[in-house]
C-alpha cells in the first residue's frame, strides 16, 4: 500500500516510520530543507521528550480537548517512545518536574534517531516540498443496496484519498494520506498552517487559531521592563477574573519577567486556561484579568513577618532601602520599595507596623494586570485546529475522507508545558501509521 505523510516533525516522522514498519511504501513530504527543526528547539535546545507521569495523568495536563486522546495514549505510551529512543542508542532521564530528555542534553540526538529510523525502513523523503491539494475521488460502490442506505446516511464518506499535488505541479497518487503538518506556532520551522487550508476545501472544520503556551503582556510595563530578565524560581502564581473574583489558573514554579511581560513555564501553562477563557479578549480590554504573584509561597504571612522582623533586627541602623538584600533578588528591591510606598531612606527601626504588613501584602501578593496573549508566532503550541469531531479517536482517520488521516498540532488538541504535547504528536502519529496501515 502507497501511504503519503505530509510534514516531517515528530508527529509525521511517527506516523511514517510505524507505516513502513507495517510493510507500506512511505514517502515522507517535507517543505523545509530538513526534518524536525521545531523538535530541534524544544525545551530550550535540549528537547524536553515527554513525561515520566502516568499515562492516565497526562489528559489531566491537557487543556485543549484532552480526552480525545485517550485511545492514542493507549496505543504508544511515554515508555514506548523511551524505548523507541533506547532501540536507537539513545538514553534519557527525569528531571525536575517529570520532565524526560535525552542524556546528551541535545535535541539533536533525538531527532537522529527518528531519521535513523526512517533511512533503516527506506522511508522515501522529499524535501523543499510544498503540498497545495490533497486530491480526492469519490467512494465508489457497485451494490445499489448500498448506495441507497449511503444516500440515507449522511455522515457516509462520498470521497476518498486518491493523491496529492505539490506545488511545482507533480501528482503523486497513494492509497492513504496522513496530514501532520503542525499548527501556526513557530512559522520559522515550517509551521505556517497549510494543513488547514488543505481540508477545509474537503470539508472539514477549523475551529479558532489562537496562540496557547505563549507570552502574556502586562499594562504595567514599566514594572516588567524594570525587572527584565530577572527569573524567579518557586514562586506562587494566579490568574484571576477580577470580574468574577475567579481564579481561572493557579501554580507554582519558575516564572519570567520580560520587556513586554511575563513569560516563563508556570506562565505559558496559564495561558492555555487564559486563551479558552468566555470572554476573555473583553476581560483583557477592560483590564479584568490579574496576575497574583506570591514571591514567598512557602511561608505564611504571619512567618514572612517573623522573617521580616529577623530581617530589620540585624539591619536597624540602616535605611530601608539597603535591608532587603537577604528577602529579594536584587532587581527587584526598587520595584517594591516603590509599591510599598515606605520612604526607601527611613531608618529600618522607625518602619511601622502598617508599612511592615503593607510590605508583606505585596510579597504575598504582588499584582499585574494582564493586557494581551504575544502573537501567534511567538507561541509554542496552537490552539485550535481540525475540529476533533470529524476524526475518529481510535483511528485518527477523518470522518469525511476515506483514506485521510491526521497526527499531531493541525489537530485541534494542546497541552501544558512539560513534554505533554510532543507525547501528543507521537501517540497521533503512532496511531494514524498504524492504523492507516490496517483499515
Known amino acids: 500500500m502507497e501511504v503519503v505523510v505530509i510534514g516531517g516533525g515528530p508527529a509525521g516522522m511517527m506516523a511514517a516510520i510505524t507505516s513502513a514498519e507495517n510493510g507500506n511504501e512511505v514517502i515522507l513530504i517535507e517543505k523545509m530543507k530538513s526534518l524536525g527543526r521545531k523538535l530541534l528547539i524544544t525545551g530550550k535546545g535540549r528537547c524536553n521528550i515527554t513525561s515520566s ?71 522515501k523523503i522529499m ?23 449511503e444516500q440515507k446516511n449522511k455522515k457516509e464518506k462520498k470521497i476518498a484519498i486518491k493523491g496529492i499535488r505539490l506545488a511545482n505541479g507533480k501528482e503523486i497518487t497513494a492509497d492513504k494520506i496522513i496530514l501532520a503538518t503542525g499548527g501556526k506556532s513557530y512559522p520559522l520551522t515550517g509551521s505556517t498552517g497549510d494543513g488547514y487550508k488543505l481540508v477545509h476545501k474537503l470539508g472539514h ?56 511581560g511575563v513569560s516563563g513555564p508556570t506562565i505559558l501553562s496559564g495561558s492555555s486556561h487564559l486563551v479558552r477563557y468566555k470572554n476573555v479578549e473583553k476581560l483583557l480590554q477592560d483590564k479584568k484579568i490579574k496576575l497574583a504573584i506570591d514571591l514567598k509561597p512557602a511561608l505564611t504571612e504571619e512567618k514572612l513577618n517573623d522573617r521580616i522582623l529577623r530581617d530589620f ?68 503550541i496552537t490552539s485550535g485546529g481540525i475540529n476533533i469531531k470529524e476524526i475518529n479517536p481510535k483511528t485518527m482517520e477523518s470522518k469525511i475522507v476515506k483514506g485521510l488521516y491526521f497526527a499531531g498540532e493541525v489537530i485541534d488538541v494542546d497541552a501544558y508545558t512539560g513534554g505533554f504535547n510532543l507525547q501528543i504528536a507521537y501517540s497521533t502519529g503512532y496511531t494514524a501509521g498504524q492504523l492507516a496501515s490496517n483499515s
Do not use: W
Open 205 to 260: 472544520t477549523i475551529t479558532e487559531i489562537k496562540p496557547s503556551l505563549v507570552p502574556l503582556e502586562c499594562y504595567q510595563k514599566h514594572i516588567c521592563q524594570e525587572l527584565q530578565g530577572l527569573s524567579l524560581r518557586n514562586v506562587k502564581i494566579k490568574l484571576e477574573d477580577i470580574e468574577k473574583n475567579k481564579i481561572i489558573y493557579e501554580d507554582f514554579g519558575e516564572m519570567l519577567f520580560t520587556h513586554f
Open 313 to 380: 533586627e540585624q539591619t536597624k541602623n540602616k535605611q530601608f532601602k539597603n535591608s532587603l538584600d537577604k528577602l529579594l533578588p536584587q532587581k527587584m528591591i526598587n520595584i517594591v520599595i516603590d509599591l510599598s510606598k515606605i520612604n526607601p531612606k527611613k531608618q529600618v527601626n522607625e518602619i511601622t507596623m502598617k508599612e511592615r504588613i503593607k510590605l508583606i501584602q505585596i510579597l504575598k501578593n504582588l499584582e499585574l494586570q494582564i493586557s494581551d496573549f504575544r502573537p501567534i508566532d511567538e507561541a509554542i
Open 53 to 123: 507521569l502516568d499515562m492516565e495523568n497526562f489528559i489531566k495536563n491537557i487543556p485543549g480537548n484532552g480526552r480525545f486522546l485517550f485511545s492514542c495514549f493507549q496505543n504508544f505510551t511515554n515508555e514506548d517512545i523511551i524505548e523507541f529512543l533506547k532501540e536507537q542508542g539513545l538514553e534519557t532521564k527525569v528531571e525536575r518536574g517529570n520532565r524526560v530528555f535525552p542524556v546528551t542534553d541535545k535535541s539533536q540526538d533525538v531527532l537522529q534517531c527518528f531519521t535513523k529510523k526512517l533511512k533503516e525502513l527506506n522511508v
Open 127 to 149: 524535501y523543499n516540498s510544498q503540498v497545495i491539494e490533497i486530491i480526492t475521488q469519490d467512494v465508489k460502490n457497485n451494490n445499489q443496496n448500498n448506495i441507497n442506505e
